[in-house]
Every structure is written in C-alpha cells, then in structure tokens.
C-alpha cells in the first residue's frame, strides 16, 4: 500500500526543530515549551493536521517518559489531575468540529502570548501561594481542552503544578503519567474526526526518530547551555510564532 507522505521541504524545516523542540519539553528541561510545537508547524500546514502529525510521536515520547519516570511520580496528585484533564479532552473533541481551522489557529495563538506574558511578567516564585483546588481542576480542564485542539497542555497545567513545588524528578515524573493518559484519550477522537489518515501518519512516521534525539537533546541542553540565553530563543520563537497564528486566525 501506498503511504504519500508530506515532501514538502519547507515543512520538514519548521517539522523538525518542533518535533526537537517537543522532545527537549518532554525531557523536563524547558517543561512547557513543547506548546510550541504545533504553532510552529501550523506555519505551514493546518493547526488539525500539525496535531494529528504529532500523535504518533507523542506516544513514543510518553512511553520513553513513563520507562524513564515510572516510580516517582506523585499518585494523588494524579488522581486529581487526570479526570480533569479528561474532561477537557471531551470538550475540546465535541467542540473541534464546530471551530474553523483559523479560529483553531488563533487561539492557540493567543494562547501562546499569553503564556508568554505570563512567563515574564508573573514568573513562578518560591514563596507564591499554593493554588487552590478549584483553580487546579479549572486548569487540568483547561490543560485537557488545549492539548486536545493543538497539544498545547503544558502552560495551564504547570500554573497549577509549578506552585505546588514538587521536587524536579516528581514534578516531570507526574506530567509524564498525566499526559500520557491524556494524550491517549486523544486517539479514537482524531480518528472519528477523520485526522487520522494515512498521510498524516506516514509522514508522522518520518519524524518518529527524531523524538528520542529531542530528549537526549533536552539533556545536554540543560548540562551545557546557560538556560537564560535557551529561555530567550525560545520566548522570541513564542512571539513570533503568537503574532502570526492570532493574525491569521482573527485579522488576516
């Protein structure tokens, strides 16, 4: 049988520094910026087909953060964490269908800006509060909603989790499991809503062994470069990449 994958040379440019990108998140270094992921990818194809892409090379990542990270996580918190998150996924599924591609595009667009504006005008402090529970489910919904429409779950989450301070190892531990099962709830969803196809998973296919390069590129990061200059790029990227997705989605 006949797999036509994406040739396209320019999507392959923007595919694999996201799909990097999304490994160095997955590593627990940079934990969050793998919402960048899609965004990127959506400078070249369409915000649903960027997510449907991705879901075979989430799994992998998940699976390698599972074997990596499979007895420090934190079971009550999950336990918190994971319904919520599930029930974002059921929302953003029953709405997918009912959101045009550019309004799609546009919020997450939105989105990223403002979790860029988060991150610099309200960075986490060790001696914030601790986040109330209401707030965690409203965000773990929020989390699941946003990783459904476009894998861009990490921001709202970590507003609740950060706070909590967990230890670094609990901490990236708890979102491997959390994502895991929300990212596998994902599944029979896209493919009810047709975004599994062969092209899409052929081309997926193509980017798979690129996902463990960006965790292993995660760990070097965090070794060697001084993280500031990394958090730079990256909110630059975040501007960028904001800018031109709420563009297209709301004023183009």
Known sequence: MNFPIITDPQFYAVAVPAVLLLG???SGFGAGFGSLAVPFMALVVSVPQAAAILMP???LMDL????AFRRDFDPRLLRFLIPCGLLGTVIGALLFKALPAH???GIVGVFTLLFLAQRLLFPPRPNDPMPSKLGGALLSTISGFTSFIAHA???PVNAYVIPLRLTPVVYTATMAYFFFVVNLSKWVPYAWLGLLDWRNM???????PIAPLGVWVGI???RRIDPVWFYRFVYLGMLLTGLKLSWDGFLA
């Open 24 to 26: 160095v998140s997955k």
């Open 57 to 59: 090379v989430l799994l």
């Open 64 to 67: 390698l953060g599972l074997a």
């Open 103 to 105: 309004t799609v595009a």
């Open 153 to 155: 779950g990490g921001p």
């Open 202 to 208: 052929a081309t997926s296919v193509v980017l798979l």
């Open 220 to 222: 070097r990061i965090a």
